[in-house]
């Protein structure tokens, strides 16, 4: 079979348009494909060396301020050495156990040098527990004494001295029942206000060895250990200390917990028998019925009031 001129010329051409056809096709998608990329948004990687990690100790539990630290109480972590920035930042446990916490923290805080006091080193020698200091002062309370303070203690019992409430770093007002001076009437009044309590208890009621040995105490000598135990340490200075030691000897004194963001100070008189007699009682302040009987419903931006019978 012999191809004709005209067949060879029609072959030609629609190879010709296939192949065009192809490389069209071939750069509209080149094309899209282009197009895409450049609105895709390209994510950088950057890869960095593993950071060089410090041991800091932190604490692993909430700590009192004046508390003698246990290593239960302390806990290791690692960090990256970039962020530790803070000076006195202590790496090793043997740096801390033993010593005193100079001001209340958290679990997770860390522990720096201005955090903790003096150490304490608890011996046992033919079965009696001995407490050594490495350095002054001889105590925990001492420690914690600021310039010009003192630590005075005072007799409380579960009525008149919060006892089961108060913590170490709480504040106290102070009230005192005495006798007038000419002996005829009680008179209550307010003598220091805005005290700080150092330790509850024979020592610092949180020292694990001093309770220890209190217990023991308590079982030969409960009447002693009792009175040891209802002992509370306060944060004063000279004259209120003379204050305090006046009205313990004229009378009693009642603590009152304050709030802690409560700094205050109320001027006050006092009071006597005469004015409690005097007194009138104020009328209860409470919502009418009618006000109590209606609620409001909220819906959106509409407030909808229901009388309720």
Known sequence: MKLERSDLILYSVALLSAVIAVVLVYGYVENRVAEAESQVEVKTVTVIEKPELRSI?????????GEKIALDDIKVLKVPIEGVTTTGVIVDPEQ???RVAMQPMFAGEWMIDKKVGIEIITTEVDGEVAVSVLDKPKGQIETL???????????V?????????????DHVDIISVFDSADGKRKISRTI???????????????????????????????????????MVA???????????????SVGKIHLMLRGPSDVNIINTDGVNVK???????????????????????IQGDTVQEVKIR
């Open 57 to 65: 100790v932190v604490a692993s539990r909430d700590l009192y301020r």
């Open 275 to 297: 004015v409690i007699e005097r007194a009138k009682q104020s009328a209860p302040v409470y919502k009418s019925k009618a006000n109590r009987d209606v609620i409001q419903i």
């Open 234 to 248: 306060l944060h004063v200075d000279i004259h209120q200390a003379e204050q305090l030691a006046l009205a313990l």
């Open 145 to 155: 004494l600021k310039p010009d303070m003192r630590a005075m203690r005072v007799p």
């Open 157 to 169: 019992n579960a009525q008149n001295g919060l006892l089961g409430m108060l913590n170490p770093t």
């Open 96 to 98: 801390v156990v033993g």
């Open 192 to 230: 220091l206000q805005n005290i700080e309590v150092l330790s509850i208890g024979q020592t610092n009621r949180l020292s694990r060895v001093d309770d220890e040995v209190s217990k023991e105490g308590a079982k030969e000598h409960s009447g002693e250990a009792f009175a040891k135990q209802s």
